[in-house]
């Protein structure tokens, strides 16, 4: 287990469906970050939070919502998507202190299949 | 704007060899460069960190070498074991921003 724990593992639902993607962080850190990667493709970061505010939105559709309660949770919520959303959908951590050398540690992923 | 590259994209090799995999990177600015290695239904595991004032860094069997000047980094695995088959993805963290920049990642496969 890295710490960084990530419900549901995987996740198929329509284009019409609302469904909503958990992470939950056991390692103190105050930085919280949601990652897309696509077959092939390099991750793409797509929202950053640090101290439960956001602080990076990588020109992320509105379909997806992120929610941050506090610094140990971080939620993606999905709605109305699209086929090509189809992804794994990685949380990461980092103690958000020092930019320059936060390391960041992994979530094991949620696989989003969207019909 | 920085771009990440990884070649091969998939690799095959018999147990027991040594194997370099290659990451280049367009815009030599950068802070550090990481190896991180992925296994199927897990996250990602940070394998080494070199900074950009470095050369190289090892770790056991693994061995990662920067070039900053060309936008080259290599991961050697000595003696090849079929536990190390994942995928291999390497990122640069930029100067400016401290930004992530990811490469698409080698997908390893060693045979026993």
């Known amino acids: 287990e890295t710490g960084v724990t990530q419900t549901p593992r995987h996740l198929v639902m329509g284009m019409t469906n609302k469904k909503s993607l958990k992470c939950e962080q056991h390692l103190g850190h105050n930085a919280m970050y949601w990652y897309k990667q696509s077959a092939k493709k390099p991750l793409e970061l797509m929202f950053v939070y640090n101290f439960k505010e956001q602080t990076e939105n990588n020109s992320v559709p509105s379909r997806f919502s992120p929610e941050c309660p506090n610094s140990s949770h971080l939620f993606l919520h999905l709605h109305t998507l699209q086929p090509e959303d189809s992804a794994l959908y990685l949380c990461?951590?980092?103690?958000?202190?020092?930019?320059?050398?936060?390391?960041?540690?992994f979530g094991p992923g949620t696989r989003l299949t969207v019909l | 704007k920085q771009e990440v590259t990884q070649i091969p994209a998939a690799l095959s090799v018999p147990e027991g060899e040594n194997l370099v995999l290659n990451c280049s990177f367009t815009?030599?600015?950068?802070?550090?460069l990481q190896w991180f290695r992925q296994d199927p239904g897990k996250g990602l595991t940070s394998l080494l960190l070199i900074q950009s004032s470095q050369r190289e860094q090892t770790s056991g069997r693994l061995n990662a070498s920067l070039d900053k000047s060309s936008g080259r980094s290599t991961l050697y695995i000595a003696a090849s074991q079929p536990g190390d088959s994942a995928t291999y993805l390497c990122a640069v963290r930029m100067d400016s921003n401290y930004q992530l920049i990811w490469g698409a990642g080698t997908k390893l496969i060693i045979k026993p």
């Open positions: 815009d030599s600015a950068i802070y550090n």
């Open positions: 990461a951590s980092s103690r958000g202190t020092t930019p320059r050398t936060d390391t960041q540690y």
